[in-house]
């Protein structure tokens, strides 16, 4: 398994991002900022993480914002990302599972630290069942 993975927040995600790369030190992390708790602007810091992904930097990234919501909507903006906002550990098994998600979408301020690195685990080590699944992600792509 690739275990680069691209991470990035705005200043309402940036105590997670910092527990996230803390927790799991076996994976490969490209920390695209935010790079302290100042007010940053959440597309910007999503839209550099997707066109990460769309440039085959990492095949996988994890996006946080205050919400989820923000940046949620930025990285999703950009086609080769599936970007899941999850908010629990069945949301962030079946994102894999079924939608093939490549990018983990968090909201620090509306899921609790313990989950949402519960999330992040599921996440990383959950695989894409294919199958009657991937003619839908196919789909997916245009
Ligand atoms: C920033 O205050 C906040 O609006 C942002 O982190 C996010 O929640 C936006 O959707």
């Known amino acids: 398994m690739n275990k680069r993975i691209l991470i990035a927040s705005d200043h309402g995600g940036f105590t997670l991002k910092a527990a996230i790369k803390q927790k799991f030190p076996d994976f490969e992390w490209i920390d695209l900022g935010t790079d302290s708790s100042d007010s940053v602007d959440y597309p910007d810091y999503g839209f550099k993480l997707a066109k990460g992904?769309?440039?085959?930097?990492?095949?996988?990234?994890?996006?946080?914002?205050?919400?989820?919501?923000?940046?949620?909507?930025?990285?999703?903006?950009?086609?080769?990302?599936?970007?899941?906002?999850?908010?629990?550990?069945?949301?962030?098994?079946?994102?894999?599972?079924?939608?093939?998600?490549?990018?983990?979408?968090?909201g620090e301020r509306t899921t609790g630290p313990e989950t949402a690195l519960q999330i992040v685990e599921t996440f990383l080590n959950t695989e894409f069942e294919g199958g009657r699944h991937a003619r839908r992600v196919e789909k997916l792509s245009c």
């Open 53 to 106: 992904i769309t440039s085959g930097d990492a095949p996988r990234g994890i996006a946080i914002c205050g919400s989820g919501i923000g940046i949620s909507i930025a990285v999703n903006r950009e086609p080769a990302v599936r970007g899941a906002l999850c908010t629990d550990v069945t949301m962030a098994r079946l994102c894999r599972q079924h939608n093939d998600a490549n990018v983990l979408v968090l």
